[in-house]
């Protein structure tokens, strides 16, 4: 089947979303069920699935001080003793955990894979950008990242209407 793209409109994009949709869907009937996402891990490196909204315990080899997440706006973690991490998925997308010891070494070093209950991450790009969306029964967009950014130092000029300084 050959698809040719409109040339006006979103036309692309809606026929990206529904082969998307039924991909994943045939995908997450195949895999195995999202308690797996739940339960702990051993692993020092490698990619960690995490569902939003959903804690996860990641159980290291060796005691910890300090964690550090790429993106906080993805994934949250915490330390509930110096060997187990408690992991919870907080919006769809990827970022790292770095897991640091009392002297600096590094104990682990993963990537954190955040998925929506049941779904799968879709990433169209196309015309003038990419837009990410997390698909279960239907797709729904994820903010990017940059709309995570902190607010404006208090010294800098009031921005207009616009949303321009």
Not at 9 to 28: E, H, N, R
Not at 47 to 74: E, H, K, M
Request: charged residues 15%; contains cysteine; aromatic residues 2%.
């Amino acid at each position: 089947m050959r698809v040719v793209p409109r040339q006006g409109g979103a036309g692309w994009l809606i026929l990206a979303l529904m082969t998307c949709t039924v991909l994943s869907a045939a995908q997450a009937a195949e895999e195995s069920p999202p308690s797996t996402a739940l339960e702990p891990s051993r692993q020092t490196e490698g990619v960690v699935r995490v569902i939003v909204d959903f804690a996860r315990p990641l159980i290291l080899a060796r005691p910890a001080s300090t964690l550090i997440i790429g993106n906080p706006a993805i994934a949250h973690a915490t330390l509930s003793d110096d060997k187990t991490v408690i992991l919870t998925g907080k919006t769809p997308g990827s970022t790292n955990l770095i897991v640091m010891d009392a002297e600096g070494g590094e104990v682990a070093n993963i990537v954190l894979d955040v998925v929506a209950a049941g779904g799968r991450l879709v990433t169209v790009h196309g015309g003038g950008g990419r837009s990410t969306y997390s698909c279960t029964e239907h797709c729904d967009p994820v903010p990017p990242s940059d709309e995570t950014t902190a607010p404006p130092p208090p010294n800098a000029p009031p921005l207009d209407e616009g949303g321009e300084q």
